[in-house]
């Protein structure tokens, strides 16, 4: 199912509503879909394919693959030909992993020909998205062997940037403080060494860490978005946000201005090896664009997938786009590269665009922020592994207590250890009878008294 030209014949759901409007319907984006990259995504377990199915809906090629085929209920508009089942014989009828990673790994090892047919048939996208939600069993166990095929095989076909990038995305989620699932903790932990083992080795491109719990806060904040009279819950606004920011930098190339960025300036964002994040912000009614401090802001208080060091930048980009009749002064211009520079850390890959777009009125501009760090902040990564030990020794007192009370009940048990009296059965056969033997009882009349 290859990226469909007009919107009108998108299923996108509340994500529409969403779209800022340089990125909608009679946009120059939209008279330009047939020039956009050629993007084709891959969802892994529940989690991943929640959050990839949102993004598909823009028509997007993708693959699910899962070890449970009722968590594809939901995502109808996904081709049931690209939906793969991990299948493992031993376990009989049984499905999913009950968010054990262990065994979304092992049956990912034992349907390994699956990956490798799959990584065959993305190889000649120009770029490749990756999701998975990592406090997950199936999508989380299944990472490390989808990686190794699908960057292999990418290597083969020659498919990375001239700068020797891998052209492959991760869009990983983190769970919600919440969880009290030790396991879960574990899991995003071990997920989190696997990215960044990828990323190390330069065998991934950036990974979009999208922090479940910072979702929710912001979500907390904003309006309820509401679609077809029913509310969203916090997680679903996420997957819609994710799917909406994402689409909305892949236009950023379709668009025209003063300055533009193409999708090589785009791709090579995208493919820099680290954890990035996407940032934007939609201002109304300033005469004139204070350019520090929007991009200040931008990068500062408009975080919403997660909190990096965009100080210590890998690389990084930025985009102002405006209505045609509120244009830029030149001193704004010439401020946006070296403003943004200063913030990111002077990262070695920076690039900027100032667009125009006639769908935008104009009082309003959008600016999006893009960055890459080499590794999650320390503080994010402490506060998972103490969610893990907290989790991990609360279960492990709850066990104790069963323990403690299972011993007060020490003597309680002999009942089931003392053989019943009862008589052995015994078959009589007619050898074993002799007459002399046999007394036949007397007939007696039973009254009311007998009883």
């Excluded at 998108?10 to 984006?29: D, H, R, V």
């Excluded at 001239?162 to 903790?185: C, F, K, L, Q």
């Excluded at 004139?288 to 990084?316: M, R």
Aim: charged content about 25%.
């Amino acid at each position: 199912m290859p990226l469909k030209f007009s919107f009108r014949d998108m299923k996108l759901g509340a994500i529409y509503s969403q779209l800022a409007p340089f990125a909608k319907g009679g946009s120059e984006a939209e008279a330009r879909l047939k020039d956009m990259l050629d993007l084709q995504i891959i969802t892994l377990g529940q989690g991943g394919g929640r959050l990839g199915a949102e993004l598909a809906r823009f028509g997007f090629d993708s693959w699910m693959v899962n070890s449970a085929s009722s968590d594809w209920s939901e995502q109808n508009w996904i081709d049931d030909g690209r939906k793969i089942l991990l299948t493992d014989p031993e376990r009989g009828k049984l499905e999913g992993t009950a968010k054990n990673a262990g065994i979304g790994h092992m049956i990912a090892q034992k349907n390994v020909q699956e990956f490798k047919k799959l990584a065959l048939e993305t190889q000649d996208a120009d770029f490749l998205i990756v999701k998975v939600a990592l406090g997950g069993g199936t999508g989380n166990g299944s990472l490390l062997t989808a990686l190794e095929w699908i960057s292999k095989v990418r290597d083969m076909a020659s498919m990375r940037t001239e700068r020797g990038n891998a052209t492959i995305m991760v869009v990983a989620s983190i769970p919600s403080r919440d969880e009290a699932n030790p396991e879960i903790w574990r899991n995003t932990l071990s997920g989190i060494k696997v990215l960044q083992d990828f990323i190390d080795n330069k065998k991934i491109g950036t990974v979009l860490p999208v922090d479940n719990e910072f979702m929710r806060n912001f979500y907390e904040r904003e309006q309820p978005l509401v679609h077809q009279q029913r509310t969203l819950s916090a997680l679903d606004y996420s997957n819609v946000i994710v799917a909406r920011t994402l689409f909305e930098a892949l236009c950023i190339p379709l668009l025209g201005g003063q300055v533009a960025m193409d999708y090589t300036e785009l791709v090579e964002i995208f493919s820099t090896p680290g954890w990035m994040t996407i940032n934007r912000a939609e201002i109304h009614n300033q005469e004139e664009l204070n350019v520090p401090l929007t991009i200040d802001s931008l990068f500062k208080q408009n975080e919403v997938f997660a909190s990096l060091e965009v100080a210590k930048s890998l690389a990084g980009g930025i985009a102002v786009i405006t209505g045609p009749r509120r244009k830029l002064s030149a001193a704004s211009i010439d401020s946006i590269k070296p403003t943004t520079n200063e913030l990111l850390g002077r990262p070695p890959v920076l690039h900027t665009a100032v667009l125009e777009s006639n769908s935008i009125n104009d009082n309003t501009s959008y600016v999006l922020g893009m960055s890459v760090t080499p590794s999650l902040p320390e503080t994010l990564l402490d506060t998972l592994m103490q969610r893990y030990q907290q989790e991990k020794e609360r279960r492990e007192q709850l066990e104790a207590a069963a323990r403690q009370t299972n011993s007060k009940l020490t003597g309680f048990d002999d009942v089931f250890s003392q053989a019943a009296a009862t008589s052995q059965k015994k078959r009589i056969t007619l050898d074993e009878l002799e007459l002399g033997d046999v007394q036949p009882a007397p007939k007696k009349r039973i009254s009311i008294e007998d009883l």
